[in-house]
């Protein structure tokens, strides 16, 4: 079972930048794929970016792409999504996943709010 808390949050102005972290637990991160997700107000939960079990392969949303920036630390079991150039309607909570065959964790969600 992996566990993920997420971290980095919080407002920023538009044309900022925040990294978010998210915390595994559990000995077997390395074989998961990680993800990012983010729900708005009134939306539904999207995706944002992923990164293979190796590092080597990632996926961004169209959206996003250009501007954040995924990678993964194995040494210390965690996760990063390096956002720049925010936009507002970046704004959502933000959720960590990891998957891997038939599993999928959550994190509890980060919120980050991004003013214009």
């Known amino acids: 079972q992996v566990q993920l808390v997420e971290s980095g949050g919080g407002l920023v102005q538009a044309g900022g930048s925040l990294r978010l972290s998210c915390a595994a637990s559990?000995?077997?991160?390395?074989?998961?794929?990680m993800g990012w997700f983010r729900q708005a107000p009134g939306k539904e939960r999207e995706f944002v970016a992923a990164i293979s079990w190796s590092g080597g392969n990632t996926y961004y949303a169209d959206s996003v792409k250009g501007r954040f920036t995924i990678s993964r630390d194995g040494s210390e079991n965690t996760v990063y999504l390096q956002m720049n150039s925010l936009k507002p309607e970046d704004t959502a909570v933000y959720y960590c996943?990891?998957?891997?065959?038939?599993?999928?964790?959550w994190g509890q969600g980060t919120q980050v709010t991004v003013s214009s």
């Open positions: 996943n990891a998957h891997f065959l038939l599993y999928d964790y």
């Open positions: 559990g000995r077997t991160f390395s074989k998961y794929a």
